[in-house]
């Protein structure tokens, strides 16, 4: 009997995504494009407090005064494509003090040991308090997470975007330190794999591979994607600077790091790229010269985490994929509609896993199913970096579909929402990467399109 109900349920949502690609997508864009280009300026904050810099929130009033690391970097990208689209030249040089100002308010808690918070309020405290205050409760500042790998990205964005790089020369050995730390501090030596300290702050809030496991334990794709790229814009910002060896030795550490991924994170068996354990116990000789059964070395450094997340795709986005790698990725599982394709884009987990559950949490916000504007984008991205033209197409429609609806039924949109009926679950007003979905449109409607790094 289980096993009818599914296959049923495979069947509606197939026919729930075929019904979906062929809706008018076309008529919500204008619908989408007034709305956005009327409230993108909320998100722009002056500077105040801890805040030395103007700087762009996530919006909503759940994070309508705080600096968040990734938000800010890839709101910044959706900005820029608003401001190619209607700004004009006042706008565009306005807009440029609070996107600059996100990575200079970072880079003001910057320091030698390489520690810069996930985020920023106007209350925060000086960042030698703050350390002090770490030293107490957890014995130092790489036992907790700090900001993600995206600071460099978010700058060589910027920078690529305006070909500008001298604002960022006075503060960018904070910028490398920052970076160092992640492969100092926050690498298992034995796989070159980066790790969280712990689950707080990742971003993708109750991801299983992460959520509740020990600490300094999980080996997160999603995190080892971000940082290569990561690195890979210290390369290109080290270059603009003209500081060549620096960025040779650079591309060294992302060379490193490719292989290390695709060497430990990539499952032949599924077709897949996955987190992995590092939790696993030294070796240790027995007391006795022999023992029965035990003493042998193991030879592998970590294990495998076969958990059916989004953040596998993230393999594709940062262009760490083989060709033939990608190739299983898309076919076995961006088109599973038993696992992730669903009609409003991808699952953050697949419904075959025990842990998906589609009810609204909002600390931590919930990545066990519903589909979040954010993984539509990066996949819609990655999809396009191998060539795969007809699945790209299919997302950002299913994305346009999603956020056209949420506007014209409740004037605004949300954080996250079901994946069969594209209905929201959570926190009307917000912003943030959801705007994202207007890079989509100028790909579907073949206009000028705006990238991240």
Same mark, same amino acid.
């Given at each position: 009997?289980?096993?009818?109900?599914?296959?049923?349920?495979?069947?509606?949502?197939?026919?729930?995504?075929?019904?979906?690609?062929?809706?008018?997508?076309?008529?919500?864009? &204008?619908?989408?494009?007034?709305?956005?280009?009327?409230?993108?300026?909320?998100?722009?904050?002056?500077?105040?407090?801890?805040?030395?810099?103007?700087?762009?929130? &996530?919006?909503?009033?759940?994070?309508?005064?705080?600096?968040?690391?990734?938000?800010?970097?890839?709101?910044?990208?959706?900005?820029?494509?608003?401001?190619?689209?209607?700004?004009?030249?006042?706008?565009?040089?306005?807009?440029?003090?609070?996107?600059?100002?996100?990575?200079?308010?970072?880079?003001?808690?910057?320091?030698?040991?390489?520690?810069?918070?996930?985020?920023?309020?106007?209350?925060?405290?000086?960042?030698?308090?703050?350390?002090?205050?770490?030293?107490?409760?957890?014995?130092?500042?790489?036992?907790?997470?700090?900001?993600?790998?995206?600071?460099?990205?978010?700058?060589?964005?910027?920078?690529?975007?305006?070909?500008?790089?001298?604002?960022?020369?006075?503060?960018?050995?904070?910028?490398?330190?920052?970076?160092?730390?992640?492969?100092?501090?926050?690498?298992?030596?034995?796989?070159?794999?980066?790790?969280?300290?712990?689950?707080?702050?990742?971003?993708?809030?109750?991801?299983?591979?992460?959520?509740?496991?020990?600490?300094?334990?999980?080996?997160?794709?999603?995190?080892?994607?971000?940082?290569?790229?990561?690195?890979?814009?210290?390369?290109?910002?080290?270059?603009?600077?003209?500081?060549?060896?620096?960025?040779?030795?650079?591309?060294?550490?992302?060379?490193?790091?490719?292989?290390?991924?695709?060497?430990?994170?990539?499952?032949?068996?599924?077709?897949?790229?996955?987190?992995?354990?590092?939790?696993?116990?030294?070796?240790?000789?027995?007391?006795?010269?022999?023992?029965?059964?035990?003493?042998?070395?193991?030879?592998?450094?970590?294990?495998?985490?076969?958990?059916?997340?989004?953040?596998?795709?993230?393999?594709?986005?940062?262009?760490?994929?083989?060709?033939?790698?990608?190739?299983?990725?898309?076919?076995?599982?961006?088109?599973?509609?038993?696992?992730?394709?669903?009609?409003?884009?991808?699952?953050?987990?697949?419904?075959?896993?025990?842990?998906?559950?589609?009810?609204?949490?909002?600390?931590?916000?919930?990545?066990?199913?519903?589909?979040?504007?954010?993984?539509?984008?990066?996949?819609?991205?990655?999809?396009?970096?191998?060539?795969?033209?007809?699945?790209?197409?299919?997302?950002?429609?299913?994305?346009?579909?999603?956020?056209?609806?949420?506007?014209?039924?409740?004037?605004?949109?949300?954080?996250?929402?079901?994946?069969?009926?594209?209905?929201?679950?959570?926190?009307?007003?917000?912003?943030?990467?959801?705007?994202?979905?207007?890079?989509?449109?100028?790909?579907?409607?073949?206009?000028?399109?705006?990238?991240?790094?």
């Amino acid at each position: 009997m289980k096993q009818i109900i599914f296959i049923l349920f495979s069947v509606l949502i197939t026919v729930g995504s075929l019904s979906a690609q062929n809706e008018n997508w076309e008529k919500y864009v &204008p619908i989408i494009k007034t709305h956005i280009y009327n409230d993108y300026k909320g998100m722009f904050k002056e500077e105040g407090g801890a805040l030395k810099h103007p700087y762009i929130t &996530p919006g909503s009033d759940q994070y309508s005064d705080v600096l968040w690391d990734w938000d800010s970097w890839l709101t910044n990208v959706a900005v820029r494509q608003i401001l190619i689209d209607k700004g004009n030249a006042k706008e565009k040089k306005e807009a440029l003090k609070y996107e600059q100002g996100c990575v200079l308010n970072y880079l003001e808690y910057g320091g030698m040991d390489g520690w810069i918070p996930y985020i920023i309020n106007r209350k925060s405290p000086a960042r030698y308090e703050w350390l002090q205050d770490k030293d107490e409760k957890t014995g130092g500042p790489f036992e907790t997470n700090m900001h993600k790998p995206c600071l460099a990205q978010h700058a060589a964005f910027l920078v690529q975007q305006d070909g500008e790089v001298e604002w960022l020369r006075e503060k960018f050995y904070f910028l490398q330190a920052f970076v160092n730390a992640y492969m100092n501090h926050l690498t298992h030596k034995p796989t070159g794999l980066a790790f969280w300290a712990n689950d707080q702050g990742i971003g993708v809030d109750n991801d299983p591979s992460t959520y509740y496991r020990p600490d300094k334990s999980s080996g997160n794709i999603y995190l080892n994607a971000m940082l290569y790229k990561e690195i890979e814009a210290m390369v290109f910002l080290a270059g603009k600077l003209n500081l060549s060896e620096i960025a040779v030795a650079y591309q060294k550490d992302a060379d490193r790091l490719k292989v290390n991924i695709q060497e430990h994170c990539w499952d032949e068996r599924d077709g897949c790229y996955y987190s992995v354990d590092l939790n696993l116990s030294d070796y240790h000789r027995p007391e006795k010269y022999w023992s029965l059964h035990i003493g042998a070395p193991r030879n592998w450094d970590c294990l495998i985490q076969r958990i059916d997340g989004w953040s596998g795709f993230m393999a594709l986005w940062a262009g760490i994929a083989t060709e033939e790698q990608a190739e299983r990725i898309v076919k076995e599982h961006y088109q599973d509609s038993t696992r992730f394709n669903c009609p409003y884009g991808i699952r953050t987990l697949s419904p075959l896993e025990k842990m998906y559950n589609v009810k609204a949490t909002g600390n931590p916000s919930s990545w066990l199913g519903p589909i979040w504007g954010v993984s539509n984008y990066l996949v819609f991205q990655g999809l396009l970096k191998y060539g795969y033209e007809t699945e790209a197409r299919e997302m950002a429609i299913e994305t346009v579909l999603l956020f056209g609806k949420d506007y014209e039924r409740n004037g605004a949109l949300h954080e996250y929402y079901m994946p069969e009926n594209g209905e929201p679950v959570l926190n009307k007003g917000f912003q943030n990467w959801n705007y994202l979905v207007l890079n989509m449109i100028a790909y579907l409607e073949g206009t000028e399109r705006i990238v991240e790094f």
